[in-house]
């Protein structure tokens, strides 16, 4: 069983960025679409971007697209979110997912797909 584990979560001031990691323990991460959600206080959790196995494509939330990024690297059994232009309604926890991969070009939105999670990384943004 993948097992996930994030870092690089903290306090940031609005406008600046962030970087998170998820490490994940399975030697056959390229077999996995992989997605970052977050779940903002007293809200649900929601999607924030996700990969798929190849890296070639990727998807994103419409309220973090052209400031998030999110990227894999296989050999490292890595993948990062890059949060650029970060803003106060960006104030959540943010939680890695796993789920194994039926091509190598697809990646899934819905947190009902993934079966991995990690424990997940505060991010708060100050006004």
């Known amino acids: 069983q993948i097992q996930l584990v994030e870092s690089g979560g903290g306090l940031v001031q609005a406008g600046g960025s962030l970087r998170l990691s998820c490490a994940a323990s399975?030697?056959?991460?390229?077999?996995?679409?992989m997605g970052w959600f977050r779940r903002p206080p007293g809200k649900d959790r929601e999607f924030v971007a996700a990969?798929?196995?190849?890296?070639?494509?990727?998807g994103y939330a419409d309220s973090v697209k052209g400031r998030f990024t999110i990227s894999r690297d296989n050999a490292k059994n890595t993948v990062d979110l890059q949060m650029n232009n970060l803003k106060p309604e960006d104030t959540a926890a943010y939680f890695c997912?796993?789920?194994?991969?039926?091509?190598?070009?697809?990646?899934?939105?819905?947190?009902?797909?993934?079966?991995?999670w990690g424990q997940g990384t505060q991010v708060t943004v100050s006004p």
């Open positions: 399975e030697s056959t991460f390229h077999g996995y679409v």
């Open positions: 990969i798929s196995w190849s890296g070639d494509s990727t």
């Open positions: 997912a796993a789920a194994f991969a039926t091509a190598p070009n697809i990646y899934y939105s819905s947190s009902r797909t993934y079966p991995y």
